[in-house]
């Protein structure tokens, strides 16, 4: 790919599962000619797929939205993306964007998407890959189940994408698990000084 408007075209093509029947449409981030911490989310939920265009802006956007900003890191220097750029879907009379409710994508669209996200992350060429949950972490680590118990806020090196990927919760565990809000803002606190140290990035 020469670009990420030529990736967000061939995803837009793509039928390599079944995800792309109910997508309204493929969402990504704008381009950043500098990227120093990307940050990767699970898949699209129902306002990025119908309303937005952009990942993380709904409730679980405004969260990591809000943390960010409480140690100093602007979302705006950051490039978010998603595991699985498709929202995937499950029929439900009770969803509040169209006739569907959000799932958990499953092992076999995680895999069907890795190419394109292979793409983006050898594009943008990040310093610093920060996983939000344990579907990213396990995209990463190629296993399809992971324990972020053992795994947030130590950061480590990935070979496969030459860069350090820093794990975190997703920001919706704050909402159904409130005890992990200082723990998150431990986290935070934690990849802003690994930053500052590495990278001289002070948010």
Same mark, same amino acid.
């Given at each position: 790919?020469?670009?990420?408007?030529?990736?967000?075209?061939?995803?837009?093509?793509?039928?390599?599962?079944?995800?792309?029947?109910?997508?309204?449409?493929?969402?990504?981030?704008?381009?950043?000619?500098?990227?120093?911490?990307?940050?990767?989310?699970?898949?699209?939920?129902?306002?990025?797929?119908?309303?937005?265009?952009?990942?993380?802006?709904?409730?679980?956007?405004?969260?990591?939205?809000?943390?960010?900003?409480?140690?100093?890191?602007?979302?705006?220097?950051?490039?978010?993306?998603?595991?699985?750029?498709?929202?995937?879907?499950?029929?439900?009379?009770?969803?509040?964007?169209?006739?569907?409710?959000?799932?958990?994508?499953?092992? #076999?669209? &995680?895999?069907?998407? /890795?190419?394109?996200?292979?793409? $983006?992350?050898? =594009?943008? @060429?990040? *310093?610093?890959?920060?996983?939000?949950?344990?579907?990213?972490?396990?995209?990463?680590?190629?296993?399809?189940?992971?324990?972020?118990?053992?795994?947030?806020?130590?950061?480590?090196?990935?070979?496969?994408?030459?860069?350090?990927?820093?794990?975190?919760?997703?920001?919706? #565990?704050? &909402?159904?698990?409130? /005890?992990?809000?200082?723990?998150? $803002?431990?986290? =935070?606190? @934690?990849? *802003?000084?690994?930053?500052?140290?590495?990278?001289?990035?002070?948010?």
């Amino acid at each position: 790919m020469k670009g990420l408007n030529e990736l967000k075209a061939a995803i837009g093509n793509c039928t390599n599962c079944t995800l792309y029947e109910t997508r309204s449409c493929v969402v990504m981030d704008e381009e950043r000619e500098r990227v120093i911490l990307l940050l990767l989310g699970e898949a699209p939920g129902g306002h990025e797929d119908r309303i937005s265009g952009k990942p993380f802006s709904g409730e679980a956007g405004h969260i990591l939205t809000d943390l960010l900003e409480k140690v100093g890191l602007k979302r705006n220097q950051c490039y978010i993306t998603n595991s699985v750029k498709c929202r995937p879907t499950k029929p439900s009379q009770k969803g509040r964007y169209g006739p569907y409710a959000n799932r958990k994508p499953k092992v #076999s669209e &995680i895999k069907a998407c /890795r190419c394109f996200l292979e793409n $983006e992350i050898s =594009l943008l @060429k990040p *310093k610093v890959i920060a996983t939000l949950g344990g579907v990213p972490l396990g995209s990463i680590l190629h296993k399809s189940s992971v324990r972020l118990e053992e795994y947030h806020g130590k950061p480590f090196f990935s070979q496969e994408f030459n860069c350090y990927v820093f794990p975190l919760y997703h920001p919706a #565990s704050i &909402i159904y698990r409130p /005890r992990l809000g200082q723990v998150y $803002e431990e986290d =935070l606190n @934690k990849l *802003k000084i690994f930053l500052s140290n590495k990278f001289n990035e002070k948010g």
